[in-house]
Structures are given as C-alpha cells and as structure tokens.
T-cell receptor, first 114, second 113 residues
C-alpha cells in the first residue's frame, strides 16, 4: 500500500525551513527519499534503516520513527536548488524478496522562491 | 549524469503495437529496476533484476515483460499497447539488492496514439 506524504505542496522563500512527512500503514524495514526536478529523473537523497542507520545527503536530514511507521525529511535553510518533488519510498518489514521493491508516495511539491 | 543509459528517449507508437525499452546500468551495478511514472499513478515499481535473475515484482501487467542479460543490460517489453500505457518509464540501478541508493536513468517517454 502506498505511503501518504504531507503536505502535498509547500512554498518557501530562500532560507526558510520545511518538513515533509511520510506515513505508512505497514511496519517498515526502511524508508528512502528521492527528489525529482521537473523534466528530470529522480535523484537519491537518503535511506533510513530500521535501527537508526542512515545513508545519504550531507545537507538534508531525516528521521525514522519505527513505532509510528513514519519518516520526516527536514530541509533547513532552503536554497533555490531544493525546488522539486520529493518522494518517499518504503520497504515493508516483510522480508524475503520484498526488499527490492520500493513503493513510493504521491510526492510533495516544494517550491523555493528568492 | 547518473551513469544509467536508457534508449530511446522518446517513443511514439499506436495501440496494439509492441515496443522494447533498453537500459544499461551504471558500471559495477548488478541490480536493475523498472518504474512507470504517470500523472495519475505516480512512480510505480514494476520489476527488479539482480545479476540476471528476477528479484522483486510489482504490479506489472501480464502484457509487460522484462529480462536482464549476461552483460547486465535490461530490456522492458511492452505489448498489445493501450492508451493508458502512455507514461515515462524509468530504469534505475544499484550495486546490491537491499537498501541501496538507486540511480535513475533519464527515462523513456512512451506515447500511444
């Protein structure tokens, strides 16, 4: 089942902060975050693993609450280059061959103005 | 440049036809993933291959099939095309099969007339 992202869209001025949330109805093994600019391919940002390990971007942080089955992406001191659609992808805690399958949320459109 | 190469970039064809999309993964990556992106369905996982073997399957239609060859390139075959198959098809690759950053190609835009 598809995770739910909120908000659907957010508009910021340069330097402002934003939080994007991702909620799942299933227990999660990991959460992956990607950013897609208009007309381009998605670009990897971060992976958060069960147990607290993180792999990813230096300037973007995220959290993963396993009990609540939620993840949040924190964008601080936003820059114009942060504009794009942010997707969370989940890997459910089902094990086996499901580890390779990422189910993405519907996306959050972030617009940063000068 | 992600290092993942997809061809062709654009494909225009008619209903009922069959097409093949091609993907070359980044050097060293053994996993290949296929995704479909449309406005109403978002980014949908289709299928994953790892070193030539199918590893995970999403809601891929029976009319669609894929394979990964010994040189690790992959092809996605779409047959009996319908108007609803019009979408952007992405290929991604990663080193391993579990919790790895996926590197996306630029996609193939398929338009069914």
């Amino acid at each position: 089942q598809q995770p739910v992202q909120s908000p659907q869209a957010v508009i910021l001025r340069e330097g402002e902060d934003a939080v994007i949330n991702c909620s799942s109805s299933k227990a999660l093994y990991s959460v992956h975050w990607y950013r897609q600019k208009h007309g381009e391919a998605p670009v990897f940002l971060m992976i958060l693993l069960k147990g607290g390990e993180q792999k990813g971007h230096e300037k973007i942080s995220a959290s993963f609450n396993e009990k609540k089955q939620q993840s949040s992406l924190y964008l601080t001191a936003s820059q114009l280059s942060y504009s794009g659609t942010y997707f969370c992808g989940i890997v459910p805690n089902a094990g086996g061959t499901s580890y390779g399958k990422l189910t993405f949320g519907q996306g959050t459109i972030l617009t940063v103005h000068p | 440049d992600s290092g993942v190469t997809q061809t062709p970039k654009h494909l225009i064809t008619a209903t009922g036809q069959r097409v093949t999309l091609r993907c070359s993964p980044r050097s060293g990556d053994l996993s290949v993933y296929w995704y479909q992106q449309s406005l109403d369905q978002g980014l949908q996982f289709l299928i994953q291959y790892y070193n030539g073997e199918e590893r995970a399957k999403g809601n891929i239609l029976e009319r669609f099939s894929a394979q990964q060859f010994p040189d690790l390139h992959s092809e996605l075959n779409l047959s009996s095309l319908e108007l609803g198959d019009s979408a952007l098809y992405f290929c991604a690759s990663s080193v391993g099969t579990v919790n790895q950053p996926q590197h996306f190609g630029d996609g193939t835009r398929l338009s069914i007339l």
